[in-house]
């Protein structure tokens, strides 16, 4: 399986800290997404990063992917309490497409 | 607003019972998902359509059936569920089904009780 999962399960800090999440998987991959998702609320899309890319950023996301260690990481700088959520990895075949799969997730808590 | 748009968001019902949830899209896109969200386990793919035909069963229980009269719609008909089968359904839709490289938008799920 190339199930991705992600390290912590659970994390709390300060708000004005930074995030880090680490996603680890199994198997060769096309790309590797990164969604998230409030209490009560669907995913939501936050950054993919394909495999010839090694990092990408989005606003005060930062994603790194390290294909040789079959990991990636979610960094979010100065978090704020709207960063609460739960954040997920999900990584694409190279072969037999459709299939985004997914992992069991960070639960990030920011503390005010 | 994520442009996917579920109903009902929340459902109570009892084993014999018969339901549907529905799933509406206004992005566009010509795939469309169902998974299952259950506490302590990874989001499961269940169904995947690609313009009304579904291409993916993941080996999900016949009692779940899938619909996908057009593009934009997408049913899950549920009947005889199980108490294990409680969870939270998400829909989620792509621009297109070929390549698993496309963001996938999701709708804010149904959220399934069997008695």
């Known amino acids: 399986s190339q199930q991705g999962e992600e390290d912590p399960q659970a994390l709390s800090i300060q708000e004005g800290e930074n995030a880090t999440m680490n996603c680890s998987y199994k198997?060769?991959?096309?790309?590797l997404q990164w969604y998230r998702q409030n209490s009560g609320r669907g995913l939501v899309h936050l950054i993919l990063?394909?495999?010839?890319?090694r990092e990408k950023h989005s606003g005060r996301l930062r994603v790194t992917l390290d294909t040789s260690k079959k990991s990636s990481s979610l960094l979010i700088t100065a978090s704020r309490a709207a960063d609460t959520a739960s954040y997920f990895c999900a990584t694409g075949r190279i072969q037999g497409a459709q299939k985004l799969v997914f992992g069991q997730g960070t639960r990030l808590t920011i503390n005010p | 607003e994520t442009g996917v748009t579920q109903t009902p968001r929340h459902l109570v019902m009892g084993m014999t019972n018969k339901k549907s949830l529905k799933c509406e899209q206004h992005l566009g896109h010509n795939a469309m998902y169902w998974y299952k969200q259950s506490a302590k386990k990874p989001l499961e793919l269940m169904f995947v359509?690609?313009?009304?035909?579904?291409?993916e069963n993941n080996s999900v229980p016949s009692r779940f059936s899938p619909e996908c009269p057009n593009s934009s719609h997408l049913f899950l008909h549920l009947h005889t569920l199980q108490p294990e089968d409680s969870a939270l359904y998400l829909c989620?839709?792509?621009?297109?089904?070929?390549?698993?490289?496309?963001?996938?938008?999701f709708g804010d799920g149904t959220r399934l009780s069997i008695l």
């Open positions: 990063i394909r495999s010839n890319e």
């Open positions: 198997t060769s991959i096309n790309n």
């Open positions: 359509y690609s313009l009304e035909e579904r291409v």
């Open positions: 989620a839709s792509s621009q297109v089904v070929s390549a698993s490289n496309q963001p996938q938008h």
